[in-house]
């Protein structure tokens, strides 16, 4: 009895401990908002030790924690895990830096990396595709798909160890991407599953697939990370979704349906200042006064707080212009005037208004210190390349490791690399240090480049390189073979002696690789066949046949079958006693030599 | 000759030193480029080397070890700039030698044929060999597309010219060479050791076999050593020849493998593997044995020829053939103008059916490749096409040898030898 008031007793006073919610909100340029979800929770506190061959997990009792992901993490010796689902096109001179410093963002498509515990770096692979099968499972996502063809174990990029391994282990960061995954509400939903409040309340009540993947850009990540002290650990779980929200898309979505209809002639905004009738419109920019509220552009008001004594913060960054209407359940937190917080308490649904008579006056955007941009070069289905382009922004030089995994069939020729700062060709030496270069294996590794860069103060550095692309195998082709083949995104590490400032990540690239006719395979096997067979066959005869002249032929032809098949024979015995003779001949005379020696 | 020499050399010398990106450019035609034999995947391995890169862990380096330590050090010596003139001076340098040879060995075979005969044979000139060597476009742009493919050519045709010099351990050291950079010219052991036989004066004819197969099979040795103590690792095999023997470079050439193994299911690519290896060296000892110049006849068989013919059929079930090899082929055919090519009927055919597959296989990839217009069947069309010239090649050689056999044990009087009509049974 004792015990249970006792754990009931811990369970309140540790629960706003163990997890955090809050919701902030950015007003961007040309209407568009930035939402950033963070879920923080932590498992309680357990020992954590190295197992083989996985277990029945020790630890029965997770409170705020998932206990989905408790055990996955003990089976397959994971101390890290980061997991990141991303779409879209982060406009860095437009938005500024990525949210978070970009460390909890990733590159198109899925990407996923771990810190493994294993006596060896085969035992952390076994451990880390029973990883990536079980989140596979999990989350709905093609990460089964992760095998020795595109995992890599990056050097400098990801690391960013806080768990000590046992004496004879090691610890192994292993990275794998899946750059063509596209992202789905069915991803969305296992995520909300691993928050304790499943999405039902609280902030992320108001995360619902249609509005969230309906933004220009969008990134759900999980960062799971062992925290110890001396021998008891705890897991730190963070989970954040990032959307860049078009509000006036939001907004005409809202009124007239998902099918976009032309605008009605009332509706049109005209240059009041030119001429204008029914006739004629110069349209105007975009809208500078708006009116939404939340529930407009997630769908969803915000049910209540996420437990009924915790408090779910929103935070809202705006500037003058714009008017916020607070309602029922809301508390001001009057830290500053410009950012208020938001308290939301109680259950009773929420919804927030926004009045913005001038959509233009925005918070300063904090501009991106380096500007990354990789596009693909040359025209042909057998040969590329790539041309990376870094600008820096800043007044100080910037520092940054360049992460690229390229997969097998693009065979990169290194010794073509090139630099070229401010259009003026350099030696790529003096910018640039190849830190590490592993080659692909054709079907069992890609390749793993990382380069550390140095960029001097308002300089732009482009890289060119270029690569063959193989042909595949004709059961190596998806079905739609000439859409392409994506290439994951080159994650960059800004850092300085103190360590990682920054992250960001170019686009995925597609590349056309050539294509057989899928139609050929018998035809194929069939016409080099005859040409192989036509070479034989004729070889052949000339090798073994007897010449006559066509006389003889016609005088043989002239006789009856029997005597035909008899002369036939005849001549091959002749023909193979001649060779057989002349053989032997020769073998006698090279023994003969070989007994008189 | 030696101005058409001189101005061999300085072409292959003076155009890639004055347009740098030549070799380059050609070097990414697949006709004369393949994955074994690049020189853009040579300058790769440099780049490895200088970054403390195993070149042989992977990549796209299938050079074999000595090879690209020669080049190194010269690079590393030379600098980038020198080392481009070197190479190209060095790759017009051993052309000149291929042509020496041939014009030596082209001596040697009229001698020899007209002495066998009792009758003096028709001879080409010096002027004619070298020219068609030197002045062969396809050598040419195999030579400027600086393919490796060369040096392995060199080491072969050194392996005949010293049989016919009468130094079969020489002979034989080259002939290991030419293994070692490009495992295919392994088959030619058989006709050259056969070759031997007749040409090599030594007291025990045995001696030839069991010398020459020592000498071959000790130097490749050493040269394994030496690759193996020169990269530490044991990995150079897979890469330089177990890419050949397993076709793993997906790439499409001139030749029968790429497109039959794309197409091929899964498995029975194994099977299939076996086959064409098979196939690759199958008629070697036919060809051989047939060819072998029996003591029974004073004219009949020839050894060189049967060197010829094994050189083509090797061409034609190569992995990765370029046009390299075929254009080799065809500089060796002049050399047979005394004794074959009279009898020879398709030399019109083939050089007709060899021209319209030179003149359209870069069209019909660029179509594929680049425009899009047309599809891999049409490039693969080409390839029959090369295989056909192969195979019409060989057989107008052997008939014709055929029937200058026939002729001659029937002693066929001269004035009906172009006019007897044969036939096999």
């Known amino acids: 009895m004792n015990f249970w008031v006792f754990l009931s007793l811990l369970w309140v006073s540790l629960a706003h401990q163990y997890y955090n919610e809050s919701l902030e909100i950015t007003p961007l340029p040309r209407n568009n908002l930035l939402a950033q979800f963070e879920f923080e929770v932590k498992s309680l506190p357990q020992e954590i030790k190295y197992h083989e061959n996985g277990t029945e997990s020790s630890t029965t009792h997770y409170t ?61 692979l076994k451990h880390w595709y029973k990883l990536s099968k079980s989140l596979s499972g999990f989350f709905c996502a093609s990460l089964n798909f992760i095998d020795d063809s595109i995992t890599t174990f990056p050097l400098s990029s990801f690391a960013e160890e806080s768990f000590k391994a046992d004496e004879a282990n090691k610890l192994f960061l292993i990275r794998a991407a899946l750059p063509s995954e596209p992202i789905c509400t069915e991803n969305l939903t296992p995520f909300l599953k691993l928050l304790p409040t499943r999405g039902k309340a609280g902030v992320s009540s108001l995360l619902d697939g249609h509005k969230i993947f309906d933004s220009l850009w969008h990134s759900m990540s999980i960062d799971i990370k062992t925290q110890c002290v001396d021998d008891v650990c705890n897991y730190q779980m963070d989970q954040s979704i990032y959307a860049i929200i078009d509000v006036p898309r939001c907004l005409r979505k809202h009124e007239e349906g998902a099918i976009a209809k032309p605008i009605q002639g009332e509706n049109l905004r005209c240059d009041t200042t030119k001429d204008h009738d029914i006739w004629k419109c110069f349209p105007l920019g975009l809208p500078t006064e708006l009116n939404y509220d939340l529930e407009t552009i997630f769908g969803r008001p915000i049910r209540g707080s996420c437990f009924t004594d915790e408090v779910s913060p929103v935070k809202v960054n705006f500037k003058d212009g714009w008017k916020i209407d607070i309602k029922e359940g809301l508390n001001i937190n009057t830290l500053s005037s410009d950012h208020p917080i938001y308290e939301i308490k109680g259950t009773k649904p929420v919804n927030i208004d926004f009045n913005i008579s001038n959509t233009t006056n925005i918070p300063k955007i904090e501009a991106a210190p380096l500007i990354v941009s990789r596009s693909l070069t040359g025209y042909s289905q057998d040969k590329g390349g790539f041309r990376v382009s870094f600008t820096n ?3 100080n030089e910037v520092k940054f490791i360049y992460f690229e995994s390229l997969p097998w069939f693009t065979r990169l020729y290194l010794n073509t690399l090139r630099a070229t700062v401010d259009g003026k060709e350099v030696d790529f030496s003096d910018y640039v240090h190849l830190k590490h270069y592993l080659p692909a294996i054709d079907r069992k590794r ?8 140095i960029i001097p103060a308002h300089k732009t550095l482009i890289l060119n390189y270029k690569f063959d692309k193989s042909l595949l195998l004709y059961a190596e082709y998806p079905p739609d073979a000439n859409h392409g083949f994506s290439v994951e995104p080159a994650v960059i590490t800004v850092f300085n002696d103190s360590g990682k400032l920054f992250e960001l990540r170019t686009t995925s690239s597609l590349i056309t690789l050539p294509t057989p006719d899928f139609s050929m395979p018998y035809n194929v096997i069939i016409l080099t066949g005859t040409v192989m067979s036509l070479a034989f066959g004729s070889v052949v005869n000339l090798l073994i046949k007897d010449i006559i002249t066509e006389e003889e032929y016609e005088k043989l032809a002239a006789q009856g079958k029997l005597q035909k098949l008899i002369a036939k024979i005849r001549f091959r015995i002749k023909f193979v006693v001649t060779t057989i003779k002349n053989i032997i001949f020769n073998v006698k005379s090279l023994i003969a030599s070989l007994v008189r020696k | 000759m030696n101005k058409l020499l001189v101005f061999g050399v300085i072409l292959r010398f003076i155009i890639p030193t004055i347009f740098p ?7 990414s035609l697949v006709e004369l480029s393949t994955p074994i034999n690049s020189f853009g995947s040579l300058k790769e391995s440099f780049f490895y080397l200088s970054n403390g890169i195993n070149p042989y862990n992977g990549g796209i380096n299938h050079h074999s070890p000595l090879l ?56 080409i000139s010096d002027d004619l060999i070298v020219s068609f060597y030197l002045f062969n476009p396809l050598m040419i742009l195999s ?123 899964d498995f029975f690519t194994p099977f299939y593997l076996g086959v064409f290896n098979l196939f690759h060296f199958i008629f070697i000892l036919p060809i051989t044995i047939r060819l072998f110049e029996y003591k029974s006849h004073k004219t009949v068989g020839d050894g060189f020829l049967a060197i010829f013919l094994c050189y083509v059929w090797l061409s034609f079930t190569k992995p990765y053939p370029t046009i390299g090899d075929l254009g080799f082929s065809i500089s060796l055919m002049p050399i047979f103008s005394g004794t074959i090519i009279p009898y020879c009927k398709l030399i019109h055919i083939t050089g007709i059916v060899w021209l319209i597959g030179l003149l359209l296989s870069p069209i019909l990839y660029y179509c594929w490749i680049v425009l899009g217009n047309g599809n891999a069947n049409f490039f693969y069309s080409m390839n029959l096409l090369f295989g056909a010239v192969h195979i019409l090649i060989l057989i107008d050689f052997l008939w014709g040898k055929l029937v200058s056999d026939y002729c001659d044990i029937h002693k066929v009087p001269a004035k009906d030898r172009h006019t007897i009509r044969l036939t096999q049974y």
Request: net charge negative; charged share 15%.
């Open chain 1, 64 to 124: 705020y924690f998932p206990r989905s992901v408790g055990p996955l993490l003990e089976n397959s010796n994971t101390r890290e895990l980061h997991l990141r689902f991303t779409q879209g096109w982060w406009d860095a001179e437009l938005w500024g830096k990525v949210p978070s410093d970009g460390k909890k963002s990733g590159g198109t498509g899925v990407e996923l990396w771990a810190i493994i515990e294993a006596p060896s770096s085969s035992q952390a």
């Open chain 1, 393 to 395: 922004t800043q007044d």
């Open chain 1, 446 to 453: 890609p390749s793993h480049m990382e380069l550390e860069v």
């Open chain 2, 21 to 27: 990106d030549i070799p380059d450019s050609l070097d």
């Open chain 2, 68 to 123: 690209v330590s020669f080049f190194y050090n010269f690079q590393q010596l030379l600098g980038n700039n020198m080392f481009t003139i070197f190479t190209n001076f060095l790759y017009a340098l051993v052309d000149a030698l291929i042509s020496l040879r041939l014009v030596k060995i082209n001596n040697w075979y009229h001698k020899y044929n007209s002495e066998r005969r009792g009758e003096k044979l028709y001879k």
């Open chain 2, 143 to 265: 030579t400027l597309s600086h393919s490796t493919l060369i040096f392995s050519l060199f080491f072969t045709i050194e392996s005949v010219y010293q049989i016919i010099n009468g130094n079969l351990p020489r002979s034989m050291i080259s002939l290991s060479i030419s293994s070692y950079l490009s495992l295919t010219p392994i088959y030619l052991i058989f006709p050259i050791l056969a070759f031997a036989h007749r040409l090599i004066k030594v007291d025990q004819l045995s001696q030839i076999y069991f010398h020459g197969s020592a000498v071959f099979i000790t130097s490749i040795g050493l040269l394994l050593f030496f690759s193996l103590i020169l990269t530490s690792s044991a990995e150079f095999i897979d890469q330089c020849y177990g890419t050949v023997i397993r076709f793993d470079k997906l790439q499409p050439n001139i030749g029968l493998w790429w497109y039959f193994f794309t197409e091929m299911f």
